[in-house]
């Protein structure tokens, strides 16, 4: 497997040897020892820094035949994709995979998962919800996978326990943490103790695989997975979405929206040609991301088999602040998958009753958002009190 730094591999030998309560506690936390030595080389010797991880070769806007706006088709096509997806929900062929890890840091330490969406309803119960609603519908069985993280899946074991049914089961899968570096490579060390960060949602296919839930799946007949953010409950499972994806016969599907002026992360470019999702700050100096039309979500649509391949995805050096102390987090997005496997982009709405896009990344958006998350919830049925 390649581990890829920016545009370079991680090929060099590291030149430290781990302190052995480092290895015990990377292997306790599913992270491979030989490639956290290998990160913190590129980092100490400056081959993996903040800002640095920039893509190469021409970068241009997307052409317009590259994204698709669902919103804008024929009620005869929207028809034939629900159709479709309908029928690949009614034979059990799909599953929702909900993005449920991170560090628990941006709502006081309470794992976000658990913050109540909507009074009397938690933003992980909206997804719970939003599985058992199609799993009726379609009289079919649909599980739900929760990738959690070290600060998250305590938290969120009692739930799956307590609410997984034969129809709607609730399985959890726990992304990798690793310690965050200081700037010259060292462990960063708090308390005594190394501070250890999950290690981002590029982890979602290498931690499905490794959990074995991958096979489970495919053994129950499941083809097709729906991955969306916690935060995000406006990306409720959709038949247009699941049938546009199989549709299209590409093994990946992203959502997009119209970009705002306020926006800032990731977006569709081409990168010497080919169509894929690079992040902001990703793009060459220079580029300017306002001229690009749409947005990404962080909601896909992916065929099974993609998880099975190992891409290799870049490892980011993340600049935080933590208790004070300048640090470095090591993280993959999986947006980057889009890099490795032909994708179709679909925009959706981002406003109105059929809004798919209310992302909540601490509590001064959750505020703002309040109001339309329950317009939103209960146009769908989701909220009835």
């Not at 929207?78 to 560090?103: D, H, I, P, Q, T």
């Not at 959690?148 to 799956?160: D, G, V, Y």
């Not at 053994?219 to 406006?234: H, I, K, Y």
């Amino acid at each position: 497997m390649r581990d890829a730094v920016g545009t370079r591999d991680v090929t060099e030998p590291a030149t430290t040897v781990l302190d052995e309560s480092i290895r015990r506690l990377l292997v306790e936390h599913d992270f491979d020892p030989s490639l956290f030595e290998r990160l913190q080389a590129a980092v100490r010797e400056g081959r993996l820094v903040p800002g640095g991880q920039r893509v190469q070769g021409c970068v241009e806007p997307p052409d317009p035949v590259d994204v698709t706006d669902l919103g804008a088709l024929g009620a005869a096509e929207r028809e034939r994709f629900a159709e479709r997806g309908l029928e690949a929900f009614s034979r059990g062929e799909v599953a929702s995979v909900v993005l449920a890890g991170g560090m628990a840091t941006r709502f006081g330490g309470v794992v976000k998962a658990l913050v109540e969406a909507c009074p009397g309803r938690r933003f992980v119960d909206v997804k719970l919800a939003d599985a058992r609603r199609m799993a009726e519908r379609c009289g079919a069985r649909l599980p739900v996978l929760l990738m959690t993280s070290a600060s998250t899946h305590a938290a969120l074991e009692p739930i799956a326990e307590d609410e997984s049914s034969a129809r709607v089961p609730i399985r959890l899968f726990r992304q990798q943490s690793a310690p965050r570096l200081r700037p010259d490579g060292s462990v960063l060390l708090l308390d005594g103790q190394p501070s250890l960060a999950a290690t981002g949602h590029g982890d979602l296919t290498f931690a499905l695989r490794r959990s074995g839930l991958d096979g489970r799946l495919r053994a129950e007949g499941v083809r097709w997975l729906v991955v969306t953010n916690v935060d995000n409950v406006a990306a409720t499972l959709d038949p247009v979405i699941v049938g546009a994806h199989l549709e299209s016969g590409a093994p990946l599907s992203c959502e997009v929206v119209a970009r705002e002026p306020t926006d800032r992360g990731g977006a569709p470019v081409r990168v010497e040609g080919r169509i894929q999702l690079v992040e902001a700050f990703r793009m060459p100096e220079g580029f300017d991301a306002e001229c690009l039309p749409v947005f990404n979500t962080n909601s896909f649509v992916m065929n099974l088999d993609v998880v099975e391949h190992d891409f290799p995805l870049t490892w980011l050096a993340v600049s935080k602040t933590v208790q004070g102390e300048a640090a470095i987090q090591l993280e993959r997005l999986v947006g980057e998958l889009t890099a490795f496997v032909p994708t179709r982009f679909w925009c959706v709405p981002r406003s109105g009753s059929e809004c798919r896009f209310l992302p909540v990344k601490d509590a001064e958006e959750h505020a703002r958002r309040r109001d339309d998350i329950e317009r939103v919830l209960r146009a769908r049925g989701l909220l009835t009190h």
